[in-house]
């Protein structure tokens, strides 16, 4: 068992194209990519803007409230350790699509409810919680209630 | 596009086997597999390995080059394809080969899928940005969990209700009772459906498929190589694939695929009231449904009631996945795509025994494939295959 209790939380590989955007999550800040040139926000951050092509792209502090557009209840998650929190609990991971008032859509967890009070567009807010056995923030999501 | 000159004469597949729990574990494992599928699909052309000038290989499921397992197989070759689209790439490979052969470039182009698979060995697909780095640390459920946001927003968007989706996975179990070669032919009920366990809502048990071991080939060759074979070749009338839909859109429509692109294209020769039987990826129902809208069977948001209107059973008006589909004969990977191109074919000649229908002379075989950030799909490929 001791092993299996060592199965680390998989965490982002993180590269330079999102490393500002995880730089700024260990500091409680939720930022967006925007491109200097059409002045579009996008998430996630990728190397260039998929409307317009620039590669010059800044960054945009976030207010970090949205409406759930989706999401799931997973009882069966693909990491080992997430599965074994899920197993050991018995309580699903809330898995959403957020659509930030921004007019961009994120993928996080819905934290701090029970699966039955989620409902689609459901108003949420943004929080940063330590992966399980890490210091590493993940940005995640709570109901407004 | 429209086609001219392209054929389809030959196929193989193996029975799908469950996961072996025990043998040498190697990643070369397939290879006995792909042969015999390969084999078989030249065995019913009526071809022999001089023949083919082409090979083509889904690569989802191989670590290895095209031109290596080529190799191995003793192929030298005039034109090599690796296609690396996920669900799609089947599709996409005979798409590849009517290209070269439609340029004159080949002849015979065999298009080859397989894997073996070992319990305990999970197919976790390769590392990619969107998925490792922004999905896995929440928990996500992998394919399980993209398709249940598409299938959650689809229900609250259009009112599609479980008893549609299960009435999909029922028929196409009722199908496959008559397919030896799938790996799931146990009856199955709509309570079975409804009541069995749920993986990631509003996904349950009964809406994934299983991983499992297989191999297909298909033969696809030039119209004048398939008329010295037979007298009434299966013809590729139309084809068309479009990859990323909605990718510049920073709030997708997760309800609306890429082949909501594909209809004009694909329907130009070939009306949808010409197509006799779908062979229709399907790694869950809700993708299924999708595609009958997407492709426009039905308006926007009406695949559940068209699922309702019709019997998609092989003794139905509408026959849908006569050997099983994925969700019943299984999912080899990569081979999983190739058995749609493969019912088809086998369909279309005639050689369908006990599921055969009374009338198959225009098919519609589809390809999806790949899971991206916010999209329903990356890839979408489609073909209709006719009769001569």
Request: charge should be negative.
């Amino acid at each position: 068992m001791a092993t299996e209790d060592r199965v680390a939380w998989p965490l982002p590989d993180i590269a330079s194209v999102d490393k500002p955007f995880w730089e700024e999550a260990q500091k409680g800040n939720f930022v967006l990519q925007k491109c200097q040139d059409c002045g579009r926000l996008q998430f996630l951050p990728r190397p260039v803007c998929v409307n317009c092509f620039s590669r010059k792209l800044g960054w945009q502090q976030s207010e970090g409230t949205g409406n759930i557009y989706s999401f799931t209840s997973v009882y069966v998650p693909v990491r080992p350790a997430p599965r074994k929190q899920v197993e050991k609990t018995g309580v699903p991971i809330i898995f959403a699509a957020i659509d930030l008032d921004e007019g961009v859509r994120v993928l996080s967890e819905i934290v701090d409810c029970l699966p039955e009070e989620v409902k689609l567009g459901a108003r949420v807010k943004v929080c940063f919680e330590e992966a399980p056995g890490t210091n590493f923030k993940l940005p995640k999501f709570r109901l407004i209630k | 596009m429209q086609r001219e000159g392209v054929c389809l004469v030959g196929y193989g597949e193996l029975p799908n086997t469950l996961p072996e729990a025990e043998g040498l574990r190697s990643s070369f494992s397939y290879l006995p597999y792909l042969a015999e599928a390969v084999s078989l699909a030249l065995d019913n052309a009526r071809l022999k390995k001089k023949d083919v000038d082409g090979f083509a290989l889904v690569r989802l499921a191989f670590p290895a080059d095209t031109p290596a397992v080529a190799e191995e197989l003793g192929l030298e070759l005039d034109w090599v394809q690796g296609v690396d689209c996920g669900g799609a790439s089947a599709v996409l490979s005979v798409r590849r080969a009517a290209d070269a052969i439609q340029l004159g470039q080949i002849e015979v182009a065999v298009c080859a899928a397989g894997i073996v698979r070992y319990r305990g060995h999970p197919f976790r697909g390769l590392p990619a940005y969107p998925t490792d780095n922004f999905m896995l640390p929440y928990g996500y459920g992998g394919p399980n969990s993209s398709f249940a946001l598409t299938q959650q927003r689809h229900m609250a968007q259009y009112g599609t209700t479980l008893e549609q989706l299960g009435k999909i996975v029922v028929s196409f179990r009722q199908n496959a009772e008559l397919n030896e070669n799938a790996l799931l032919r146990s009856p199955l009920t709509l309570e079975d459906y409804l009541n069995s366990r749920t993986i990631s809502s509003p996904v349950r048990l009964y809406d994934c498929l299983r991983v499992c071991t297989g191999a297909t080939a298909v033969v696809v060759a030039s119209e004048r190589k398939a008329k010295q074979i037979t007298e009434h070749p299966i013809y590729l009338v139309s084809d068309a694939e479009k990859t990323n839909y909605q990718v510049d859109k920073p709030t997708p429509d997760r309800t609306v695929t890429g082949f909501a692109t594909l209809g004009e294209e694909l329907f130009s020769k070939v009306s949808r009231e010409e197509i006799d039987f779908a062979e229709i990826y399907d790694d869950y129902p809700i993708a299924v449904l999708m595609q009958l809208e997407d492709l426009g069977f039905c308006d926007k948001g009406k695949g559940g009631q068209f699922i309702e209107q019709h019997d998609i059973t092989v003794h139905g008006d509408f026959p849908i996945n006569t050997g099983g589909g994925e969700l019943s004969a299984g999912q080899a990977v990569g081979a999983g795509a190739m058995l749609h191109i493969v019912e088809a074919v086998r369909q279309l000649k005639g050689e369908a025994a006990a599921r055969q229908l009374k009338k198959a002379r225009t098919g519609l075989v589809t390809g999806l494939g790949l899971l991206g950030f916010d999209l329903p799909i990356m890839c979408a490929a489609a073909m209709i295959l006719q009769r001569g």
